[in-house]
């Protein structure tokens, strides 16, 4: 590459005798591969993603290669969303499930992971138990495996050729950073405003100056106005627009710190669901973004 070499990096390139040496795509410290008594022993750089890169594309490779088992063991993951996880574990007693499949559960907030792990010699255990935790569970199974939320959406939204606008208030953007981490967003996502201020929610979205002191920023009409404002803007098949307080203060009797309005417009009208969080003040913009996201979702399914 042309590049000078630092001093320091020299001592990467001392491998032991006789280590098979693994590269490292995405860094300057290769690994490498130790067999001692026909035990190997591997051995990668610290850095995570370097890590984690090596350990998928050329230990776990290796592994199977060396170890292959006669015994089929396989993990499948179900992500949920919008039941607490002692509801769920009553929604899936350990009797609706095939012998050979154990069962877990993880909190990765706001989701609870369903964890299915099964010994066997096929698949089939694993395609039971999945069939049963979607049964019970309905539309609150949200993804599987290491999809998020966001890409299950992404996916809905390319395959319907449809796309989106966002408005945000509360969330400061945070929906609009779910959808864009997604590969192929630009697919779908036409624009994001976020509009904190009233003044911004009357320049760039055209809600009404009146409206916005009769009813409030957070209120169902100001949400709806959001809403219609920037898919009349953005010209596009859906909308969602957030307005809400996420604390620590700004709350009211009448209207508590964890207030959200959630609307979505699409050709079929616009609706607003009113929405009570708890948690801190990240905690709220979490289980709104997700809220969101998750209504979304639901009526790409319908």
């Given at each position: 590459s042309g590049r000078p070499f630092p001093a320091g990096n020299e001592k990467q390139a001392l491998i032991p005798h006789?280590?098979?040496?693994m590269d490292n795509r995405c860094g300057t410290a290769p690994g490498f591969i130790i067999c001692h008594n026909n035990c190997p022993a591997f051995f990668m750089p610290g850095v995570p993603h370097e890590m984690g890169e090596m350990m998928q594309r050329q230990v776990?490779?290796?592994?199977?290669?060396?170890?292959?088992?006669?015994?089929?063991?396989?993990?499948?993951?179900?992500?949920?969303?919008?039941?607490?996880e002692n509801s769920i574990e009553?929604?899936?007693?350990?009797?609706?499930?095939?012998?050979?499949?154990?069962?877990?559960?993880?909190?990765?907030?706001?989701?609870?992971?369903?964890?299915?792990?099964?010994?066997?010699?096929?698949?089939t255990p694993l395609d039971q138990a999945e069939h049963i935790v979607r049964q019970q569970l309905g539309q609150h199974v949200v993804a599987h495996g290491n999809e998020s939320l966001a890409e299950v959406v992404a996916q809905k939204l390319i395959s319907a050729e449809k796309n989106l606008a966002l408005a945000e208030s509360c969330t400061g953007g945070l929906i609009a950073k779910l959808l864009t981490d997604c590969a192929g967003s630009s697919a779908f996502f036409e624009r994001g405003a976020v509009t904190y201020a009233n003044s911004a929610k009357h320049d760039m979205l055209g809600v009404d100056e009146q409206l916005l002191l009769d009813k409030g920023a957070v209120s169902t009409e100001c949400a709806q106005a959001m809403a219609n404002g920037i898919r009349q803007r953005a010209k596009t098949d859906f909308s969602l627009a957030v307005t809400g307080i996420a604390g620590p203060g700004g709350?009211?009797?009448?209207?508590?710190?964890?207030?959200?309005?959630?609307?979505?417009?699409?050709?079929?009208?616009?609706?607003?669901?009113?929405?009570?969080?708890?948690?801190?003040?990240?905690?709220?913009?979490?289980?709104?973004?997700?809220?969101?996201l998750d209504w979304l979702l639901r009526s790409l399914k319908d």
């Open positions: 006789k280590a098979k040496v776990i490779p290796a592994l199977q290669q060396l170890l292959k088992p006669t015994i089929y063991c396989a993990e499948r993951v179900l992500k949920v969303f919008g039941l607490p009553r929604e899936l007693p350990a009797k609706l499930f095939p012998a050979e499949v154990s069962l877990s559960f993880r909190l990765e907030f706001p989701l609870v992971l369903v964890k299915l792990n099964s010994q066997g010699h096929d698949e709350g009211t009797a009448e209207k508590p710190c964890g207030t959200v309005f959630i609307a979505l417009a699409s050709y079929q009208g616009t609706e607003v669901r009113e929405c009570h969080f708890s948690g801190d003040r990240a905690q709220v913009r979490i289980k709104t973004a997700y809220t969101a």
